[in-house]
């Protein structure tokens, strides 16, 4: 199997996935071999438990990558308040996913300070939505 | 000097006077407050829309004494003048933001348009309210209550909002008549 050209992004509360996007190359959207997106999830979500064991052994907030298999990274970024950004990729450097977490970050401060977003749930907003995919294309 | 660019000189240096708060600060209070009554109200748009208007229309009565104590500004001889002031110094004063006044033919209504608005900052209207919940109502309480103290009774809707896609904050109100001796009957209420 090629290399997956999608880059899957988590945001994950305390007991749920509050937001997820798959961002595929231009061109090829819409392309996606579904057991290749589930294989995907599988591997973000099965990362959790060892994002739990990074947590305390740095003092940054992005913890680098934390779980590989085969030739897909889970890097991870941990708020201050607990919430965690996982990022399914295929080798990017290290300073490029730092830069994609700090922006995410600030999009999730701003939609924080929302007063209809309640902490630890769901996020449904679109504006959001579209504003990560933005800055996760850069990335591709 | 017209009275417009009176009241905007007279609107910056009050604004330099008072005390300031944080902008953040004071944008999350508000959405704490709307918040909580849309809590209170159980989802019901018209409700929170008229508690909304209800608690500017008590910050109404009270700011406007305040605000003709500190501003001196000069006696207003018609709805034109008054528009100005309230637009040019009291918004500046209080909120220090610039907006912009638009009079209408006749002159009984007149439009205030706020580039700038400090309460929606952040804020970003879910799918079930976008359409209904008037987030910056709080505004037309505000006008309707502090004009009514002046014997104008107005009556304000917002025609435009950020938050529903317009590229500004609009705000109309409308004189409905001239009140002819004390405040409203609301008032006696309070």
Redesign the interface.
């Given at each position: 199997m090629a290399a997956n050209p999608v880059l899957l992004f988590l945001i994950v509360g305390k007991n749920e996935p509050l937001y997820e996007a798959e961002i595929t190359k231009r061109g090829i959207s819409g392309n996606t071999d579904t057991s290749v997106a589930r294989q995907s999830y599988f591997v973000v979500h099965s990362s959790l438990d060892l994002v739990d064991r990074a947590t305390w052994s740095s003092q940054n907030m992005y913890l680098k990558v934390v779980d590989k298999v085969n030739q897909q990274y889970v890097s991870t970024f941990l708020t201050a308040g607990n919430i965690k950004f996982l990022l399914l990729h295929s080798g990017k450097s290290e300073d490029t996913i730092k830069i994609f977490f700090q922006e995410v970050h600030e999009l999730y401060v701003?939609?924080s300070?929302?007063?209809?977003y309640r902490y630890d749930t769901p996020i449904?907003?679109k504006?959001f939505d579209k504003r990560v995919r933005n800055v996760a294309r850069r990335l591709v | 000097m017209s009275s417009k660019s009176s009241a905007a000189a007279n609107g910056q240096a009050l604004w330099a006077k008072v005390p300031k708060a944080n902008a953040?600060l004071f944008?999350?209070t508000y959405?704490?407050l709307?918040?909580e009554v849309v809590s209170d109200s159980d989802g019901n748009v018209d409700e929170i829309n008229e508690q909304l208007e209800k608690i500017g229309y008590s910050i109404g009565i009270r700011s406007v004494d305040e605000f003709l104590a500190k501003s001196n500004s000069p006696y207003c001889k018609n709805l034109e003048e008054t528009a100005n002031v309230l637009g040019k110094t009291a918004f500046k004063m209080f909120l220090g933001i610039n907006c912009d006044v638009q009079i209408y033919n006749p002159p009984t209504s007149f439009s205030l348009i706020l580039h700038d608005n400090p309460l929606s900052?952040?804020?970003?209207?879910?799918?079930n309210?976008k359409d209904t919940l008037q987030y910056t109502i709080l505004y037309c309480g505000v006008i309707r209550g502090a004009l009514e103290m002046l014997n104008y009774k107005v009556e304000c809707t917002l025609i435009k909002s950020t938050l529903r896609g317009d590229d500004v904050d609009e705000i109309k109100v409308d004189l409905k008549n001239i009140l002819q001796d004390g405040a409203g009957e609301d008032y006696q209420e309070e």
């Open positions: 701003q939609l300070m929302n007063p209809f449904t907003s504006e | 953040e944008a999350l959405g704490a709307v918040m900052l952040f804020v970003e209207l879910p799918d309210y």
